[in-house]
């Protein structure tokens, strides 16, 4: 609009394109219809932004920025005085704030207008009902303006291409140089290919000059609206992409996942991206000691394979040139040398990025930039291993399901005449059954290797194709294709499914002619490629349209010649049924959500026996609301589809116990409520095999009610299914066009589901959910139900699409007020010298001073409401009163408020000099989160005076100081530093002033002016991380008023929301009241710093296994593997979307060569894994030992070699196995800290134990599998030493943390120490000084080539057993490390 002044319309050139640039102006042009809808919005606009003018700065903000013809138009009548914004009026900090507010408001103010007079329309979309006429209008003129535009330019460059190609030869032959692109603005990055170079430099017939000319005027428009980009895909769904288009869409889906880490918007991803690229390339030259980083350790094996690979796959030998196989080795040198990473398969995945990002390929840098591309594939959008094992048995169900005949046939072939090389079939990533690695390692001698049958199986085909990105099986065209829609999907895995049903279908004459093995290989292997691109295309459009997998054998135009069947063995399509009901195609859901649970719960506690009351559940007789939680799973038929549980504590609303009922029955009724919402995306049912899409199925959600109580030693229990609810969440729906009046849908009509909104009142199901049949609700009780009839739940079902955009509500009219922040607190900020002009002058030490305490910055996880108490010291004076302050009620309950000041020597007529001495101690007490007791958060010393140039004055001005866990020594003078080497608290801090004397408060200046000085509490990189999650946690309070209320709720008392300020603070200062709450004479503990941080998915927990005690390690290599074992629960939850909350895997590779052979030293750097949190949680490790020989190299240049002890291949037998341990990560919430010594088992885990541990703590499942026999403790009373931290904590600035034994009390502690005190062993460095010659081995360790020989055999040594293990994973389906 002409008066936004955020652009100049007029002479900007928002997309950088003159056709593009012109299409806008013409649309702007005087008498246009755009005229006519602004003029509509504009007058709609006026009033609703009329009510915020009254506000005189605020007035004055929105004038600024609506422009000056627009508020003489129309505001002639009120005053438009710009210096109320400008300073002294306004300082910069708060015109900055109110312009934000002012942009953000207006710009809503402006979207709500627009709706309101029918001129809001999103794109691609059709007019509704309530669209205005001036908008039609305008639309319609736009899109004329726009294609006239885009036929212009069209003619203009077809016109340009012809004169270029009549030019003659001899103007042409240029020396080669760099591409001239269009020159259309900022090409380097953006667009970096119209045309990917082939043989002879030909571009891929894969699109015309047309089309990537539109496609670089699309990038053009995406540029100006990032936002389109989806758009955009879907309507190019199923099409090969032009070139420039291609490459924008590719770069964009690779660096999702990083934009989606990085909260800044205004960072510029990209260029951090490839700045830390850059320096890791910098950092693995150093390390490996490389002229360059082209030319890594494995050069010479990574060549070889390029030009082998090339050699051998059909659709890359048009490409194999020199140039193009130079670059594809550099490329993968390059992240060999970055990250340590190569395969072979990689070669297959750069192969397309090769084809898309040539521009600049004659350039140093394009190497690098490939390997940056490719590395973002692998980390971020390329399925891992098991995911694509996953893909490939999903295939092979569905082929069975559409035409068992010809699933039938492969599997015959594959039986007959079987010869196969193994390289075809990447080994060493080949899925093995669980059983089969079990027998094998119950054998005790060889672990089992992939079988004949396993190998000639035609899901490996299905495996290979989908584990190298289909480079090695189709044309270079058609992996464009396939990979086109990948990324358009963002990787989405029913993709890459329904590709591989496409090509078998369409390859099924060729299938069904094979008579064995061989001939089937030769059909899945090379047939691929020979197929039309455009076959593949129409075959998957045709099942994105619901198409039915009968129909695409006919599809391949490339197929025998022979009939087809009368009768396909494929399912036919079925007959036209009465119901007018469309059953719904395998398709994705959309997003549905639930909220405002509503419990009622009915427990028994005493039911009468013939005519005696029996007694009650032990959990019934302590239930705590406060344990209860919801899980909620939306369900297809009987498949789950997804689950998410509640995080927060509900809230207790009502309590009634003992109620006798019509039965004679003693129950207790709880009303709880959950204030949290949970939302399902990604809803993909046609990605579960099994799911019935037939009538009698729909999705429905099923709410679960667990209850968790606590045992002994407060730890909890195993949960308690209270009961379950299901609620119907989607009807099935028809466009309005799909079907008459009453009658059928008509042919083509696509159904979708359409979320049921509103509450719904369902009655609890007791009991467990069952496993089958789950849509068929019971709705009988019986006597043994604990859960009594009239349980009741309510929730509301909410359309999160919808509730993201606002409502229409009236409601929605009173939600523009201004939303007042909670915390006005950057986590730190750098004292201001420029405030210096709001600093005070020292008044003379003889008069009056102000002693403010404003606030307490960032209290921990732990801490619930607080005050400040504090004594001025050594004063000189009389009768001063203690320090007692309380947070404001409406003020930050992480940074509370707490406007307190204490007049010191302000009495003229008893005023005398203070002691320069004078010191004031402050504490800070709280309620702990957990205990309810009273605590001390922290305390601090803070000096009145200091001296400078010799004379002494007031320590006037604001000052930041830390609190720390502790009290000055008593013994020892106090002084203003006997508090400096006493512990932090991470974070927390308290701000105060020293002003002179006024007869009125001064209000405290905001922290982020940077008045207070903060040097001393200056945050390290943990307690930054530290405040940053604070600062974003949703769960804590958000004011010391909610806070006071979750508190009394937790206490049991009724919530009373009437309540009055006073009678509220009162409770607040009762409850904060040492001599009410605490012992006679019994000072209050300090809170626990282990617990001051909850745990954080994103953040982690930090793991390093020290060292190990009493294994009989004797001659071998020993190393340790760990995986995190989830908890029941756990297991049900999906990964985050950065991916967390796996199994992740630790294994060890650095030992100290110090240390002895039987209590082995690690030396690796901590790792961090990201479980969900989940009690029962907790780390599996295992110790292994490697009896192998290791050969140094005669030379010493490089590693040695690793052998077994005949010379025969290093395995992983049942020997290798020296023990087995489990360490508990979780905490109540938080992270179990510690130095855990924890037992170690022989052999490894029996089932009985990974059973139990899914549902009980480590220590209970330890004493039930000695109990019970299925596990035993190492005779040597071995054990491990393992510390585990809140990876909030840098290593090196973690706070102290506790040595854990209670794990070892499962049997004789003393027996543990005593092998943790010594075992007689030679040290590690024998293992390798037993490999040189004599007269080195007389030499010892101090040697120079021992020191060489050491680094190369723990190098050797630990990659050996690296290898072993992940072999050892993928054969057991965990995944690679």
């Not at 919005?41 to 932004?49: H, K, Q, W």
């Not at 045992?711 to 229990?717: L, V």
């Not at 789950?774 to 929730?795: C, I, L, N, Q």
């Not at 000189?876 to 404001?888: G, H, M, Q, R, Y």
């Amino acid at each position: 609009m002409d008066w936004m002044k955020s652009e100049d319309v007029s002479s900007h050139r928002p997309f950088s394109q003159t056709w593009l640039d012109s299409c806008l102006q013409e649309t702007l042009l005087p008498n246009t219809p755009w005229q006519k809808v602004q003029e509509k919005i504009g007058e709609r606009f006026v009033r609703r932004i009329e009510k915020q003018l009254n506000h005189s700065d605020r007035r004055q903000m929105i004038f600024e920025l609506l422009g000056e013809q627009f508020v003489d138009k129309f505001f002639p009548k009120y005053p438009n005085n710009p210096t109320l914004i400008e300073p002294p009026a306004v300082d910069p900090a708060r015109k900055d704030v109110l312009k934000k507010e002012a942009q953000a408001w207006l710009q809503q103010q402006l979207y709500k207008a627009a709706r309101d007079v029918g001129c809001q329309r999103a794109p691609g979309q059709d007019y509704q009902a309530d669209t205005a006429p001036e908008m039609v209008e305008f639309v319609e003129h736009t899109y004329q303006v726009f294609y006239t535009g885009m036929d212009r330019q069209l003619v203009i460059e077809d016109q340009v291409r012809q004169e270029e190609e009549e030019e003659p030869a001899w103007k042409k032959d240029k020396p080669p140089g760099r591409p001239n692109n269009h020159q259309h603005g900022d090409v380097k990055r953006q667009d970096r290919h119209s045309t990917a170079c082939l043989q002879g430099g030909k571009p891929p017939q894969s699109w015309g000059p047309a089309s990537d000319s539109l496609g670089r005027h699309v990038v053009a428009i995406l540029r100006r609206d990032p936002r389109r980009l989806q758009e955009v895909c879907s309507r190019l769904l199923g099409k090969q992409l032009p070139g420039a288009l291609r490459m924008y869409v590719w770069t964009d889906v690779l660096m999702k996942e990083e934009r989606r880490k990085v909260k800044d918007n205004s960072v510029n991803v990209e260029k951090m991206i490839r700045e830390r690229f850059g320096r890791g390339i910098v950092q693995g030259v150093q390390t490996l000691k490389l002229k360059s980083a082209t030319r890594s350790p494995i050069s010479g094996l990574v060549e070889n394979a390029v030009i082998e690979m090339y050699d051998r796959t059909p659709g890359m030998q048009a490409y194999s040139q020199p140039e193009q196989l130079k670059e594809a080795a550099r490329v993968l040198n390059i992240l060999y040398t970055y990250d340590r990473s190569y395969e072979p398969y990689l070669i297959h995945w750069l192969f397309p990025l090769q084809l898309v990002y040539r521009e600049g390929s004659n350039q140093e840098e394009h190497p690098y930039e490939l390997a940056m591309y490719l590395k973002l594939l692998i980390d971020s959008r390329f399925p891992k291993w098991p995911e694509v094992f996953a893909i490939a048995e999903r295939v092979m169900d569905r082929l069975k399901h559409e035409d068992r005949a010809l699933h039938r046939h492969l599997v015959e072939c594959s039986l007959k005449n079987v010869s196969f090389d193994p390289k075809d079939f990447l080994v060493q990533l080949i899925h093995k059954e669980k059983e089969q690695a079990q027998a094998g390692g119950k054998a005790g001698q060889k672990p089992v290797q992939p079988s004949r049958e396993l190998l000639a199986n035609p899901l490996i085909f299905v495996r290979k194709w989908v584990g190298e990105g289909f480079v090695s099986v189709l044309d270079a065209q058609a992996v464009l294709l396939v990979w086109d829609q990948a990324f358009m999907t963002d990787w989405k895995h029913k993709v890459l499914e329904d590709f591989c049903l496409v090509i078998l279908l369409l390859l099924r004459d060729l299938l069904m002619q094979a008579t064995d093995y061989h001939t089937m290989k030769g059909v899945l292997l090379l047939e691929p490629c020979r197929l039309y691109t455009a076959d593949i295309q129409r075959g998957w459009m045709h099942l994105q349209q619901g198409g039915l997998p009968a129909d695409l054998p006919t599809l391949n135009r490339r197929r025998p010649g022979t009939a087809v069947p009368a009768q396909s063995p494929l399912r036919t399509r079925p007959e036209p049924s009465p119901s007018p009901r469309v059953d719904l195609e395998p398709a994705e859901l959309g997003p549905v959500g639930l909220r405002n649970f509503k419990v009622k719960l009915i427990l028994l506690r005493q039911r009468p026996v013939d005519g005696v009351s029996e007694g009650e559940e032990e959990w019934v007789a302590h239930f705590d609301h406060k344990n209860v939680r919801l899980t909620a799973s939306v369900y297809f038929g009987d498949i789950k589809l997804r689950s998410k549980s509640t995080v927060t504590e509900p809230r207790l609303k009502d309590k009634k116990q003992n109620l006798q009922s019509n039965l004679g029955e003693y129950v207790d009724t709880y009303s709880i409520e959950f204030k949290e919402d949970l939302v399902f995306t990604n809803l993909d049912p046609s990605q579960f095999h099994g799911v019935d899409f037939g009538p009698d199925n729909q999705p429905y959600a099923i709410v679960r009610a667990s209850y968790r109580g606590k045992g002994e030693d407060d730890k909890a229990t195993i949960p308690v299914n209270l009961g379950w609810v299901k609620i119907p969440v989607y009807r099935q729906e028809l466009s309005q066009d799909a079907s008459g009046e009453g009658g059928p849908p008509m042919r083509g009509a696509r159904p979708h589901w359409d979320v049921i909104e509103g509450e719904q009142t369902i009655t609890v199901v007791p009991g467990n959910v069952p496993e089958t049949d789950v849509g068929k609700v019971p709705r009988s009780f019986t006597d043994k139900d604990v859960v009594r009839e009239g349980s009741m739940m309510y929730a509301t079902v909410f359309d999160p699409s919808v509730d993201l955009k606002g409502g229409d509500s009236d409601a929605e009219e009173e939600s523009d007020a201004d939303v007042v922040p909670t915390v006005d607190s950057e986590p730190f900020v750098f004292f201001n010298p420029e405030t210096a002009e709001d600093q005070p002058s020292a008044p003379d030490i003889s008069e009056g001073i102000d002693l403010y305490v404003d606030r307490v910055q960032f209290i921990p996880d732990n801490a619930t409401i607080i005050k400040v108490t504090g004594r001025v010291m050594k004063s000189n004076l009389d009768s001063l009163p203690d320090i007692s302050a309380f947070a404001e009620l409406d003020s930050s309950a992480r940074c509370p408020q707490l406007a307190y000041r204490l007049p010191l020597n302000t009495d003229p007529e008893n005023r005398k000099p203070m002691s320069p001495d004078t010191l004031v101690l402050l504490r800070v007490y709280t309620v702990d989160k957990d205990s309810k007791t009273l605590l001390v958060i922290g305390s601090c010393l803070f000096p009145l005076f200091e001296q400078e140039d010799g004379q002494t004055r007031f320590n006037v001005g604001g000052h930041q100081l830390r609190l720390r866990r502790g009290m000055p020594d008593t013994k020892k003078p106090l002084l203003a530093s006997s508090l400096d080497n006493v512990i932090p608290v991470p974070g927390a801090s308290i701000l105060l002033r020293l002003m002179p004397h006024g007869e009125e408060m001064i209000p405290a200046p905001p922290y982020k002016n940077g008045f207070y000085h903060s040097e001393k509490s200056r945050p390290n990189m943990s307690e930054m991380r530290i405040l940053r999650d604070f600062q974003s946690d949703t769960l804590f309070p958000l004011s010391v008023r909610e806070a006071i209320h979750r508190l009394q709720i937790a206490q049991g008392m009724a919530p009373a929301e009437e309540e009055s300020d006073a009678a509220l603070e009162q409770w607040y200062r009762d409850r904060l009241d040492a001599k009410k709450h605490l012992p006679p004479r019994t000072p209050a503990s300090h809170s626990d710093l282990l617990r001051a941080v909850r745990y954080h998915i994103q953040t982690g927990i930090g793991i390093q296994v020290e060292q190990a005690h009493g294994v009989n390690g004797e001659g071998l290599y020993v190393n340790v593997f760990a995986r995190v074992s989830p908890g029941a629960e756990a297991r049900e939850l999906e990964n985050t979307p950065e991916g967390y909350g796996g199994e992740d895997k630790i294994i060890s590779t650095k030992h100290d060569f110090t240390s002895l052979q039987k209590a082995p030293k690690w030396l690796d750097p901590p790792s961090i894994i990201h479980p969900h949190l989940e009690p029962n949680t907790c780390l599996l490790i295992q110790v292994f030992g490697l009896d192998a020989v290791y050969t140094p190299q005669p030379d010493g240049s490089a590693a040695g070699t690793v052998s077994g002890k005949r010379g025969q291949e290093v395995r992983l037998t049942t020997e290798s196995q020296l023990g087995w341990t489990a360490v508990p990560v979780f905490d109540r919430g938080c992270v179990m800290a510690g130095v855990h010594n924890v037992p170690l088992f022989m052999g490894m885990p029996s089932t009985e134990f990974l059973t139990n541990i899914a549902v009980k703590s480590v220590e209970l499942s330890m004493k039930e599998a000695l109990n019970t026999g299925s596990d035993r403790l190492c005779k040597e009373y071995s054990s491990l030493v393992v510390k585990v931290y809140d990876a909030h904590y840098n290593p090196e600035e973690c706070i102290p943390i506790p040595i854990r034994d209670e794990l070892l009390k499962i049997d004789n502690v003393s027996k543990f120490k005593k092998t943790m005190g010594g075992v007689k062993s030679k040290p590690l460095s024998q293992l390798v000084l037993q490999y040189l010659d004599k007269k080195l081995q007389k030499q010892g360790t101090s040697s120079e080539v021992y020191q060489r020989e050491e680094g190369f055999y723990d190098e050797a040594m630990g990659e050996t057993f690296y290898n072993l293990m992940e072999n050892a994973l993928m054969n057991a389906g965990y995944g690679p490390l």
